[in-house]
């Protein structure tokens, strides 16, 4: 995990960055951070092995030839336009679960918008509780909301991640967005994101949630094992090109602290408004599994409540949570 502690290696990157491929001498760099310059070459060292391609030269210093894309926390906090949201930021470079870290630092006080991001996870879940696969490549994290409204408002929260997981998407440039509610986002009706809520709340009111979010940005094909590659893709897949994982962190967190403030003020008409600005499931057939039993019929779309709305014959039913599944399939 990076922690503050990496305060010196932070501050020497944003500074090579700083100055645009241009050299920094070591001794500037030392006067800088207080650092002997033997230091500062250990620094610019770990860089290289965190894979920043760092150009050094006994005469005139260190030059940044290349940026690394992955999420570290200065190169996210670099590119934040936040006022909280991945403020609070704990990268780990591997993790069973990124909502474990998160559920532990919430309860230790962790703000509103704190981030726990891994690079891989090993043991994410999905739906049902089922593994998902969270190889290097997307972004997979957890964030703490503390968004004060009612307990029975719980279900919404999913959504909210997932409006926000698809505005990012749409802003980096992903094709054909659409959602299926209540929290998976698709690219050309493919699975390109999903987002998982666990909710602590009191009699009333909800203390907190944690929101799992997991998005498929620099995964090949080879990535996703065979029977889940053919219904799954990922923003390289579509353009051939890696995206920083640095700037897809920074976007998502804007577009979270956008909706979580909308939702705060608004409840979830705001979250159901996020939701309609992508296409959805309405006009498909489907059978939605719920805790009260089985429902099939046309969805007709969301309510401002959030509750999935599905033509039953000749009534309308509203349901609050479930899983969707297309007409047909098991």
């Known amino acids: 995990m990076l922690l503050a502690s990496d ?25 800088s951070l207080g650092l002997s310059r033997n230091a500062v070459w250990k620094h610019v060292l770990r860089l290289r092995r965190l ?10 210093g260190h030059r940044l030839v290349s940026p690394s894309s992955r999420p ?22 591997r993790a069973d ?23 891989e996870q090993t043991a994410g879940r999905g739906r049902k509780g089922a593994s998902f696969i969270a190889p290097r490549g997307g972004l997979w994290c957890s964030i703490v909301l503390r968004p004060q409204r009612p307990a029975t408002e719980a279900p919404v929260l999913a959504m909210l991640g997932a409006a926000a997981a698809a505005a990012t998407l749409a802003r980096l440039g992903a094709p054909d967005v659409s959602l299926w509610w209540p929290k998976e986002v698709l690219v050309r009706g493919r699975k390109a994101g999903g987002v998982l809520a666990e909710v602590a709340a009191d009699q009333d009111d909800i203390r907190e949630a944690i929101l799992g979010i997991g998005l498929n940005i620099n995964l090949r094909p080879e990535d996703f094992p065979p029977g889940i590659r053919e219904h799954a893709v990922s923003l390289l897949m579509l353009s051939g090109e890696e995206v920083s994982l640095a700037r897809a962190a920074a976007v998502l967190f804007e577009e979270l602290e956008s909706l979580a403030d909308a939702y705060r003020s608004e409840g979830p008409p705001a979250v159901a408004r996020a939701w309609r600005a992508f296409p959805g499931l309405e006009g498909r057939r489907v059978r939605v599994q ?30 609050a949570s479930g899983i969707v599944l297309p007409e047909g399939e098991a």
């Open 7 to 31: 305060a010196p290696l932070a501050r020497i990157a944003a500074e090579l960055c700083a100055a645009r491929g241009n050299y920094v001498s070591g001794e500037r760099l030392a006067q």
């Open 72 to 93: 570290f926390p200065w190169e996210v906090a670099q590119a934040l336009r936040t006022r909280t949201f991945g403020r609070a930021y704990r990268f780990v470079d």
């Open 97 to 119: 679960s990124t909502q474990a870290i998160a559920r532990a630092w919430a309860a230790n006080g962790a703000p509103e918008g704190a981030v726990v991001l891994a690079e």
């Open 290 to 319: 719920t805790p009260e039993g089985e429902v099939r019929g046309v969805v007709l779309g969301v309510s401002d409540a959030g509750a999935l709305r599905v033509a039953r014959g000749s009534e309308e039913v509203a349901i």
């Open 51 to 60: 894979g920043y391609q760092v150009e050094s030269s006994r005469r005139l």
